[in-house]
């Protein structure tokens, strides 16, 4: 095992830094840069308290801001840099695609400046990346070709067509999707995504850098936020369940995703870090199984103990969404080594026994 190396995480006080940040700290010296946006860290004080007690240092500064990240690369000098920091909201992304590209884009670029002056000697890069740079993603027809999925329209869903279709009109089976699969952003924040793969796997050229990039599927588990309106859908759904709310199950409920436990995406960028080699092919990160949303609501609603069919199928549908997610991870098996432990139903059970302790009233937990 590598040992001892000084690692920066950028957006390393969120839900998967916070959590790789304390991991790594036991092994190498880590420090988090991040600006505890108020969306997405309900309680900063209690996450800068977990990440002292590992030892970690917190740099908080903002990712726009050039004088900061530079003076956090020059004084931290990292061996690996791990960027983790991006707005990350589908629907978001289209009311404020400004923002999204400063963020995400103008952000990733001045960090790439900030190492080439202060950090020479940087050794691996690894972006935390996303699935949602395929956007429909992988798809074959009836005869079992590869087929380009069209992106689905407005006005079809409108009238409660959901399926995927292919350039002749015709539906389409979907499969595991890989890095084979040509890109297609399909919003706002899946183009902002891909183009901080594009910085990052241009800017070192000609460098000793090297570059590794995971494309996450749907991360969910303990310590995603409850309150983030812009967070996974399954966190929305324990505070909606939590609140004795009806869910809302979008399109028909056979919306297809990818989910996989932030203690396996944590492992993977870990063995990013200490694999001897790292890969620098583009390595889906997921469970490799798919599930409708319909089904796991359902699940969702059981371990909370709220009745199965407290749901509703509503045929509302969002921009950008896409319908089906689920990863080929046979890459990240051969090169990395890597592959989920976590089932989905352990996964929800920890998931549902800890946003029951978030969201017990004071009083309840003082005499529990």
């Known amino acids: 095992m590598v040992a001892g190396k000084t690692i920066l995480i950028t957006g390393g006080a969120g839900f998967i830094g916070s959590r790789l940040a304390v991991d790594l700290a036991t ?23 977990a990440l002292a007690r590992a030892g970690v240092e917190v740099i908080t500064g903002d990712l726009r801001d050039p004088a900061a990240i530079a003076a956090a690369v020059a004084d ?9 920091a991006a707005e990350t909201g589908t629907g978001q992304s289209f009311r404020q695609p400004t923002h999204y590209a400063q963020v995400n884009v103008i952000g ?21 990346s996303t699935r949602a740079v395929y956007g429909e993603g992988a798809f074959i027809d009836d005869s079992g070709m590869r087929a380009r999925a069209m992106p689905r329209r407005a006005g079809d869903m409108a009238h409660g067509h959901f399926r995927v279709q292919g350039r002749d009109g015709q539906p389409l089976v979907p499969v595991p999707t890989d890095a084979d699969c040509p890109v297609a952003p399909a919003s706002i924040y899946a183009a902002t995504k891909l183009m901080q793969e594009h910085l990052l796997r241009q800017a070192f050229w000609g460098s000793a850098t090297q570059v590794g990039i995971l494309r996450l599927q ?11 309106p812009y967070t996974g859908v399954l966190s929305i759904f324990c505070r909606q369940i939590h609140e004795g709310q ?33 890969p620098q092919e583009i390595l889906d990160i997921g469970s490799g199984q798919g599930i409708t949303l319909l089904e796991v609501a359902r699940r969702l609603l059981g371990c909370l103990g709220a009745p199965r069919d407290r749901l509703q199928v509503t ?22 080594g890597w592959t989920p432990r976590i089932p989905l139903d352990a996964g929800l059970l920890a998931l549902a026994h800890w946003s029951g302790r978030q969201m017990r009233p004071p009083a309840a937990m003082a005499s529990a």
């Open 27 to 49: 092994r190498h010296r880590v420090r988090v840069f991040d600006n505890f946006l108020a969306q997405v860290h309900s309680d900063p004080a209690c996450t800068r308290i």
């Open 76 to 84: 931290t000098r990292p061996d690996v840099i791990l960027h983790l």
């Open 218 to 228: 749907n991360v969910y588990g303990p310590g995603q936020s409850l309150d983030n």
């Open 108 to 128: 990733t670029a001045l960090l790439a400046e900030a190492v080439r002056r202060h950090a020479p000697g940087l050794q691996r890069l690894v972006l935390a």
């Open 246 to 278: 009806t869910l809302s199950i979008y399109e028909d409920g056979q919306i297809t995703r990818d989910f996989v436990m932030v203690d396996d995406v944590v492992r993977a960028f870990a063995m990013m870090v200490e694999a001897p080699a790292m």
């Open 315 to 336: 045929g509302a549908f969002r921009p950008g969404d896409i319908r089906h997610a689920v990863a080929d991870i046979s890459r990240a098996a051969a090169l990395l």
